[in-house]
T-cell receptor, first 113, second 116 residues
Framework: LAKTTQPISMDSYEGQEVNITCSHN???????ITWYQQFPSQGPRFIIQ???TKVTNEVASLFIPADRKSSTLSLPRVSLSDTAVYYCLVGPNYGGATNKLIFGTGTLLAVQP | DGGITQSPKYLFRKEGQNVTLSCEQN?????MYWYRQDPGQGLRLIYY???????QKGDIAEGYSVSREKKESFPLTVTSAQKNPTAFYLC???????????????FGEGSRLTVL
């Protein structure tokens, strides 16, 4: 399965746009890219998923270049409540393959006032 | 509301004791999972079950046991054989990715186990 690399931590201020990039050089043809958010002492929560190009929902945008070897999670105008750990996962999530998804250490985003 | 319920939220155990963590879901998901998270670390898969009466070991199954007698329930027992059981335990469920369904993992609020 594709291994991912993302920054250990990032700092930002309220109102700024935050972009977290994840590298996945050996992504496979049938792999999807999924991002989760985790607050302290809570379970992770699904944010967004994409396969190629750009995906946008009410929370974030996900940019995926044509070679799919990286992806960028974009959080518009962050607030203090966006302080959390963000995980990038790459893999097929059909059938029995969800168990193969690997949660690395993620990116700790700290938003300051 | 649909979701995953884990209990207890906090649990203390003496060394040498087995303890069972409960996980119940009303999302009608076939697949369920148990993860372990240590401070500052990612999640590691303990066991997973794709369907009732079937389950498979994950990456760190030693010292743990599970059962899947009902679709809604996937309890995890932390046995005395687990050398370092103090951790945050997370249960999740999912459905396969089909059509508009992302196949995402839905997590419970977690159970924090402390061994004294």
């Amino acid at each position: 399965l594709a291994k991912t690399t993302q920054p250990i931590s990032m700092d930002s201020y309220e109102g700024q746009e935050v972009n977290i990039t994840c590298s996945h050089n050996n992504i496979a043809t049938n792999d999807y890219i999924t991002w989760y958010q985790q607050f302290p002492s809570q379970g992770p929560r699904f944010i967004i998923q994409g396969y190629k190009t750009k995906v946008t929902n009410e929370v974030a945008s996900l940019f995926i270049p044509a070679d799919r070897k990286s992806s960028t999670l974009s959080l518009p105008r962050v607030s203090l409540s966006d302080t959390a750990v963000y995980y990038c996962l790459v893999g097929p999530n059909y059938g029995g393959a969800t168990n193969k998804l690997i949660f690395g250490t993620g990116t700790l985003l700290a938003v300051q006032p | 509301d649909g979701g995953i319920t884990q209990s207890p939220k906090y649990l203390f155990r003496k060394e040498g004791q087995n303890v069972t963590l409960s996980c119940e879901q009303n999302l009608n998901h076939d697949a369920m999972y148990w993860y372990r998270q240590d401070p500052g670390q990612g999640l590691r898969l303990i066991y997973y079950s794709q369907i009732v009466n079937d389950f498979q070991k994950g990456d760190i199954a030693e010292g743990y046991s599970v059962s899947r007698e009902k679709k809604e329930s996937f309890p995890l027992t932390v046995t005395s054989a687990q050398k370092n059981p103090t951790a945050f335990y997370l249960c999740a469920s999912s459905t396969p990715r089909t059509g508009d369904n992302t196949g995402e993992l839905f997590f419970g609020e977690g159970s924090r186990l402390t061994v004294l």
